[in-house]
T-cell receptor, first 118, second 113 residues
């Protein structure tokens, strides 16, 4: 049973460029969340996709956008890259139909894409 | 969501029990305590969660105080592979799988040979 997979593992871009990161959720999961983790910090929530729509969003500018496909996989797009966008980008998947389940359904994370901006 | 406070770093001897504290004094009645850990160069890994009762699984035990204002994660026999950053997160009850997780800076646990 494959877990959450992300591609690519590493990426180098220059300021002003655009980047697309990809995520395949764990089998049986339909919800994908994206997080940004700067060096030495905990992950910060960017947004979450469910049923191909953005369901909730963190405090990130519109340069950060996403998409979810019918097979539940997802993309994170970042436009007009800044030096400060250098970070580890994490994807987490979960079961969106588990709402109300008292036993709790934890999010499962991939190992991330390391994005470096030069 | 309630905020959490954790010590920035801890050391533990290999083979001993590692006890990681977390303060969540503003926790609400409908909020779970979740623990994740992040080993270097990997994504966060779910460890355990609880509401008000103590919980145990194959990885760890979670002890929540009666007033729910603090908790302790216990790794019973720490190994070198347990060296990681440990995050304590408070999450609302009904939408755990869909709730945005608010990570702090966690506790960096180092297991000493």
């Amino acid at each position: 049973d494959a877990g959450v997979t992300q591609s690519p593992t590493h990426l180098i871009k220059t300021r002003g460029q655009q980047v697309t990161l990809r995520c395949s959720p764990k089998s049986g999961h339909d919800t994908v969340s994206w997080y940004q983790q700067a060096l030495g910090q905990g992950p910060q929530f960017i947004f979450q996709y469910y049923e191909e729509e953005e369901r909730q969003r963190g405090n990130f500018p519109d340069r950060f956008s996403g998409h979810q496909f019918p097979n539940y996989s997802s993309e994170l797009n970042v436009n007009a890259l800044l030096l400060g966008d250098s970070a580890l980008y994490l994807c987490a998947s979960s079961d969106g139909r588990a709402t109300g389940d008292r036993s709790g359904q934890p999010q499962h994370f991939g190992d991330g894409t390391r994005l470096s901006i030069l | 969501d309630a905020k959490t406070t954790q010590p920035p770093s801890m050391d533990c001897a290999e083979g001993r029990a590692a006890n990681l504290p977390c303060n969540h004094s503003t926790i609400s009645g409908n909020e779970y305590v979740y623990w994740y850990r992040q080993i270097h160069s990997q994504g966060p890994q779910y460890i355990i969660h609880g509401l008000k009762n103590n919980e145990t699984n194959e990885m760890a035990s979670l002890i929540i105080t009666e007033d729910r204002k603090s908790s302790t994660l216990i790794l019973p026999h720490a190994t070198l592979r347990d060296t990681a950053v440990y995050y304590c997160i408070v999450v609302r009850l009904w939408v755990v799988g869909n709730e945005k997780l608010t990570f702090g800076t966690g506790t960096r646990l180092t297991i000493i040979p």
